[in-house]
Structure formats: structure tokens, C-alpha cells
């Protein structure tokens, strides 16, 4: 088994990398990653990403969010969590079987002193508390399976920028599953720095001591093209917000101007037909501010913007443009 020694802390590089690493590293090795990214929120393939994300919080706190190509629900990485992929070849004999994958990390953390086991689908669980979930992806006969290890996270973010307010959303996206979860540090049998569990953890996974002889050394070549894949795909708004499945969406708001109702419906992240209603007043018809909106993409800035242009007043008098964009993106407060 092979590993890639990865320093990158940017999530869109990481998830390329993976990628890259299952679909175009022309190698026959089976490869084990460890790889860290900065504040982000994952989000699963077949996931509704404005339902699964407070978005205030996040653009508040400068947090990335990036789809990946597995499914599953979405987490929260930091600085505090370890990330670990198994590539591997023979897909066949691997596909929904966790436990091939999630048993040597548990006998690593018990070796550690950390009393871990699996759980459920796709879970490791501590004192019956969520550290790690899982998910696969596989490609012709190549396979993925990556998992999250919370050493040391700050447990207070992952609440935050997951905590989405209870407005009315449907959609067929997948929904996550907001376990309690717990980080793995006062478990151990010593307190080790993340680089220090890190080195253990790749030595445990690669049965070796001598990590030197199992690294595979990115060429130039893979990483203009994993940079190719992370321009192309990782780092853009369709792929991260637009491939969210359809969805509809009712909001209030009341304000000096009276009360609002708003009513959307999103696919591929557009706007593709919005009505407001309420006891609001104005002298033009509210189908013309309707239909001003109606195609942009749902998202705060893009509105923000076309807003700029619009005397409000004409429709919804004492009703600002922050009043409309606080009903549509309502901000949790700290």
C-alpha cells in the first residue's frame, strides 16, 4: 500500500486529490491518505447544500463549502479533525462494506488507548458518541472510502455552521443525521500533538515504521492536472451549490413595512419562480420585482447585487433591501 504525503489545508485541492488519486493516477497500488483541511463543511453528493449549511454563519466566519464526490451527510473539518482515504482496486469486493475499511482505524484508535468501535452503517463511536463517519465512492474497479476522525475539533463550530434555521425547505435531498458527537483526545493513553497522532496513525494503517518506502511522489504532471480538476470542478459555485437536487422554500419576515411571505422554487441553484406575499404596500405590481429576481442564482451576494438596481420602495415600501435579504437569508446570531 501506498501513501501521498499531503500538507494542503485547502479542502478544494484535497477533494481533487482524492479524485484524482481513485479516476487518473495511472498506478496499480492500493494508496491509504491523511490530509487535513481549514474550516470547512463537506457536503454530501446527493445533498441540498442551502439546506444543510447556515450560510450567514458560514460567509460571517469565512468557512468553505465544498461538495464532494461521496455520499452521505454533511460534516465539519477543522484544524482539530484528521481525514483518511482508501483507494483501492477489486471495487467489486468492497463496495457498502465498512467494516473492510473502518476495522483497521478502530484497532489503530484502541491501540491508542481510545475505546472505539463501529457502529450502525457507517459510524466509529466512543462512549456512544459519534468521532468518525464514513462514505464510498467507486469508479470502473477502483474504489474510495474516506472517514473523519475528531481529535480535537471545536465541537462549538460544527453546531454552528450546520445548525440551519426551521424554515420550510422541501426537497429530495439527502438529509443529514445530527448525531452527538465527541472528540477522541481526553481518550488517549498520552496527549499527542494532531502531527504526532497523524505519523502513528499512517505507520498503524501501513504496517511499517518506515513510511519513507511506501510514498508516492506527485509528479508535475498530476499536479497541474489535480489543479486542473480543482479549477474546473472543486472551486466552482455550480458544482458546490448548483448540483443541489431542486427544492422549494418559503420564508418570512416582518418589518416597518409590513409582513412578507416568499416563495421559491430552485433548480440547479437558479431561481426558477418566486412569489411574495403580505400585508405590505406599494404602487407597482409585485409580479414586476418577481420577475426581476426570477433566474439568478439563490444566492446572497447575486441578489444583493440586482437589488442595487431596484427602487424597493415602488414595492415593498419601509421594507429595505436588508429586510428582504434578512427574510430570504436569515442570519444566526453568535
Known amino acids: 500500500m501506498k501513501t501521498i504525503i499531503n500538507s494542503s489545508l485547502n479542502p478544494r485541492f484535497n477533494l481533487a486529490l482524492e479524485e484524482y488519486v481513485l479516476k487518473y493516477l495511472e498506478a496499480d497500488d492500493d494508496f491509504v491518505l491523511l490530509w487535513q483541511n481549514d474550516n470547512s463543511v463537506i457536503i454530501g453528493r446527493n445533498q441540498n447544500t442551502i439546506e444543510e449549511v447556515n450560510q450567514p454563519y458560514i460567509d460571517t ?5 465544498v461538495r464532494r464526490i461521496t455520499g452521505g451527510g454533511a460534516v465539519y473539518h477543522d484544524l482539530g479533525n484528521l481525514n483518511f482515504s482508501f483507494i483501492t482496486n477489486n471495487a467489486s469486493n468492497s463496495v457498502n462494506n465498512y467494516r473492510k475499511f473502518i476495522d483497521p ?3 489503530a484508535l484502541n491501540s491508542f488507548g481510545v475505546p472505539a468501535e463501529f ?11 459519534k468521532v468518525s463517519g464514513n462514505a464510498q465512492a467507486y469508479y470502473q474497479n477502483r474504489m474510495l472510502h474516506h472517514g473523519t476522525i475528531l481529535l480535537d475539533a471545536n465541537l462549538t463550530m460544527i453546531f454552528n ?35 504526532q497522532f497523524k505519523d502513528r496513525l499512517l505507520k498503524y494503517l501501513l504496517g511499517s515504521a518506515d513510511i519513507s518506502r511506501s510514498v508516492y511522489m506527485l509528479t508535475a504532471k ?11 470542478k472543486y472551486n466552482t459555485w455550480e458544482w458546490n451549490y448548483g448540483q443541489s437536487p431542486d427544492f422549494t422554500l418559503e420564508r418570512n419576515g416582518r418589518y416597518e413595512g409590513g409582513g412578507i411571505n416568499v416563495r421559491l422554487k430552485v ?10 406575499f403580505g400585508d405590505f404596500l406599494g404602487v407597482e405590481d409585485i409580479s414586476k420585482l418577481e420577475q426581476q429576481l426570477t433566474g439568478l442564482r439563490f444566492d446572497q ?10 427602487n424597493l420602495d415602488d414595492y415593498l415600501l419601509k421594507i429595505t433591501k436588508e429586510n428582504l435579504l434578512d427574510c430570504l437569508f436569515p442570519n444566526k446570531k453568535d
Open 61 to 65: 466566519h469565512h468557512v468553505n463549502v
Open 119 to 129: 457502529s450502525g452503517r457507517n459510524d466509529i463511536v466512543v462512549a456512544g458518541m
Open 301 to 310: 451576494l447575486t441578489i444583493a447585487n440586482r437589488l442595487n438596481g431596484i
Open 222 to 232: 498530476d499536479r497541474a492536472k489535480i489543479n486542473e480538476l480543482m479549477e474546473s
Open 267 to 276: 433548480a440547479d441553484g437558479l431561481i426558477k419562480s418566486m412569489r411574495i
Open 105 to 107: 482505524v478502530v484497532a
Open 161 to 195: 455552521v450546520l445548525d440551519v434555521k426551521p424554515d420550510k425547505i422541501a426537497s429530495k435531498g439527502i438529509k443529514s443525521n445530527r448525531a452527538r458527537v465527541t472528540n477522541i483526545k481526553p481518550f488517549l493513553h498520552e496527549q499527542v500533538t494532531m502531527e
